[in-house]
């Protein structure tokens, strides 16, 4: 099993910085781990305050609902099917765009969040560092840990 560890997530703030920083924006951004539990937060310079929340919990909705939070958007209008989900789980649940799982293997290690600008922006950010994640991987780059969950066999 692959962990995403700080330096990892440390590595993948920069590159959504620097994407940030190359669109003229100032962004918060958040990337969590399997259970959606903070590893590292960036607040840029003159990022919204408000920004400090919606990134972490767009991180967290990508994690929790296993889904891009711009998949939301559209299925959360009223009359839709989803329509209601953001005034669910204390109103972490983030319909707007910029909250990305990070995938390996099929599997999700982490999510990313993003707010500074439009939802279009906050992806595009985002998507930056779900890049570099996935160059990260291809590589078998040391800035992630195995772990092996089983039994521990004794010598006695």
Same mark, same amino acid.
């Given at each position: 099993?692959?962990? @995403?560890?700080? !330096?990892?997530?440390?590595? @993948? @703030?920069? &590159?959504?910085?620097?994407?940030?920083?190359?669109?003229?924006?100032?962004?918060?951004?958040?990337?969590?781990? !399997?259970?959606?539990?903070?590893?590292?937060? +960036?607040?840029?310079?003159?990022?919204?305050?408000?920004?400090?929340?919606?990134?972490?919990?767009? $991180?967290?909705?990508? &994690?929790?609902?296993?889904?891009?939070?711009?998949?939301?958007?559209?299925?959360?209008?009223?009359?839709?099917? /989803?329509?209601?989900?953001?005034?669910?789980?204390?109103?972490?649940?983030?319909?707007?765009?910029?909250? =990305?799982?990070?995938?390996?293997?099929?599997?999700?290690?982490?999510?990313?969040?993003?707010?500074?600008?439009?939802?279009?922006?906050? =992806? !595009? &950010?985002?998507?930056?560092?779900? +890049?570099?994640? /996935?160059?990260?991987?291809?590589?078998?780059?040391?800035?992630? $840990?195995?772990?092996? =969950?089983?039994? =521990?066999?004794?010598?006695?």
């Amino acid at each position: 099993m692959v962990k @995403l560890t700080l !330096e990892a997530a440390k590595r @993948l @703030l920069a &590159v959504a910085e620097q994407k940030a920083r190359q669109m003229g924006l100032s962004s918060d951004i958040a990337i969590v781990d !399997e259970g959606a539990n903070l590893i590292a937060f +960036h607040r840029m310079d003159n990022a919204k305050i408000a920004g400090i929340d919606i990134s972490q919990n767009k $991180a967290w909705t990508s &994690v929790a609902l296993q889904m891009p939070t711009a998949n939301l958007a559209q299925s959360a209008q009223p009359g839709s099917p /989803s329509f209601g989900i953001n005034t669910t789980n204390q109103g972490r649940v983030v319909i707007l765009g910029g909250g =990305i799982p990070l995938i390996y293997e099929g599997r999700i290690v982490g999510g990313i969040g993003v707010s500074g600008g439009t939802s279009a922006q906050d =992806i !595009e &950010v985002a998507n930056a560092a779900v +890049h570099a994640f /996935s160059s990260m991987r291809a590589t078998g780059d040391a800035a992630f $840990a195995s772990a092996r =969950i089983g039994s =521990i066999q004794s010598n006695g």
